[in-house]
């Protein structure tokens, strides 16, 4: 069976097509790590990988001369300095506009609930903003993270635009199997139908979300987002779910008249837009 990344890739000089294994590989080996998640010793990495001790040696070690990852005095392995860059460098190119904020924090206001921005990327969902409700019990979710896209109401929105192929690897990877595919198609429908997506306890139990899609300024097939409220179920009733749908469809489509580009500077403010 072939290791993630596969054998593909064209010959480098050097590794071949191995080449590309090693950096999947290596960028297995980095995603290990988050707050909670800090430092490991080489054994950890070992059984986590899956990996032998030699390659995982190997890749630290290439890692480190990068500054990607530090070895400590303690012989843990940790975040290196070299991520600073890189820290710096997404924030740069991904930090959401002031505009954009402000119609996040307005619908904050309006729902009482924790509003997040999310974006595709291939098989999962990315938070790329969020604006945190003033609830003491909230939906908790860090900008940044990535969550699978076959539950959530946010999915089914950013599913949208997806090639089928692509969908049913979401259904495959899901605990429903392959044969959720149909399912998964019948909701992505229905969210495109109705302009939003209503989800209650899909990916967390007792966590509800409502979602509606972001256009952008090109001609693409799909949303460029989806901007969420989600919360617990409890405070998600039928009255609820009616108020909030329209509240963020409504600022979905500020959003995509301010023309939100993920990755791009090319954002405009909602007053240039309305002329």
């Given amino acids: 069976m072939s290791p993630p990344g596969g054998p593909r890739g064209e010959s480098d000089g050097r590794g071949h097509r191995r080449g590309v294994r090693s950096v999947v590989r290596a960028l297995d080996l980095l995603d290990l790590y988050d707050e909670r998640n800090q430092r490991y010793t080489t054994r950890?990495?070992?059984?986590?990988?899956?990996?032998?001790?030699?390659?995982?040696l190997r890749l630290v070690g290439t890692l480190e001369q990068?500054?990607?990852?530090?070895?400590?005095?303690?012989?843990?392995?940790?975040?290196?300095?070299?991520?600073l860059?890189?820290?710096?460098?997404?924030?740069?190119?991904w930090q959401v506009p002031e505009s954009i904020r402000v119609i996040m924090r307005d619908l904050t206001v309006e729902t009482s609930e924790t509003v997040n921005l999310y974006v595709r990327a291939d098989t999962v969902r990315v938070c790329v903003a969020q604006e945190e409700g003033p609830q003491r019990l909230r939906h908790v979710v860090n900008t940044g993270d990535?969550?699978?896209?076959?539950?959530g109401a946010a999915s089914k929105v950013l599913l949208g635009g997806a090639p089928e192929s692509v969908v049913r690897r979401v259904a495959a990877a899901s605990p429903h199997g392959p044969q959720?595919?149909?399912?998964?198609?019948?909701?992505i429908a229905e969210a495109r139908a109705r302009g939003f997506a209503v989800s209650h306890g899909e990916r967390e139990h007792g966590a509800s979300g409502v979602a509606a899609p972001v256009s952008g300024s090109g001609a693409g097939p799909g949303p460029v987002?989806?901007?969420a409220v989600g919360g617990p179920t409890a405070r998600f009733t039928e009255a609820s779910v009616r108020a909030f749908s329209g509240a963020v469809r409504e600022?979905?489509?500020?959003?995509?008249?301010?023309?939100?580009d993920p990755g791009s500077e090319n954002v405009a403010t909602e007053d240039e837009e309305n002329g």
Avoid at 66 to 81: E, F, N, Y
Avoid at 85 to 93: D, E, G, M, P
Avoid at 251 to 258: M, N
């Fill in 251 to 260: 600022a979905a489509e500020r959003i995509g008249r301010i023309g939100f």
């Fill in 44 to 56: 950890e990495l070992v059984e986590l990988t899956g990996l032998a001790k030699t390659t995982v």
């Fill in 66 to 83: 990068r500054g990607l990852l530090w070895s400590g005095s303690d012989g843990r392995v940790g975040a290196g300095p070299g991520l």
């Fill in 146 to 151: 990535e969550m699978p896209l076959w539950g």
């Fill in 85 to 93: 860059r890189w820290a710096r460098l997404a924030h740069a190119v």
């Fill in 225 to 227: 987002a989806a901007l």
């Fill in 180 to 187: 959720y595919v149909e399912r998964l198609f019948t909701e």
